[in-house]
């Protein structure tokens, strides 16, 4: 019913930047908050950073803070990660994800279970 499609990573040097884009099916997007999250072999999958549905407001874990930007068109249903100064700890499938609607128990955008619909990941390599 809903997908989501990430693209853009690939392996880069440390240092370096990458764009990451997700686009999503739907006619509702903009109604919808959006996350990228990320998962290394052997790890949890970890919050990285969301973005509210009009794009007022966005959060990130401290150590993409300063690093990480992420965005939103709504016109083109795409999400954005914008990555710079890349680190080999940033190495990782990145996923996006359609936030579920708000209501009173959520847990907010830091937790996994809190999102609805997931692409398929893009990976990430950063060497050092």
């Known amino acids: 019913q809903v997908q989501l499609v990430e693209s853009g990573g690939g392996l880069v040097q440390a240092g370096a930047s990458l764009r990451l884009s997700c686009v999503a099916s739907g006619r509702t997007f903009s109604s919808y908050g959006m996350g990228w999250f990320r998962q290394a072999p052997g790890k949890e999958r970890e919050f990285v950073a969301a973005i509210t549905s009009s794009g007022g407001s966005t959060y990130y874990r401290d150590s993409v803070k300063g690093r990480f930007t992420i965005s939103r068109d709504n016109a083109k249903n795409t999400v954005y990660l914008q990555m710079n100064s890349l680190k080999a700890e940033d190495t990782a499938v990145y996923y996006c994800?359609?936030?579920?609607?708000?209501?009173?128990?959520?847990?907010?955008?830091?937790?996994?279970?809190?999102?609805?619909?997931w692409g398929q990941g893009t990976q990430v390599t950063v060497s050092s």
């Open positions: 994800a359609r936030k579920a609607p708000y209501k009173p128990g959520s847990r907010g955008y830091y937790y996994p279970g809190e999102y609805e619909y």
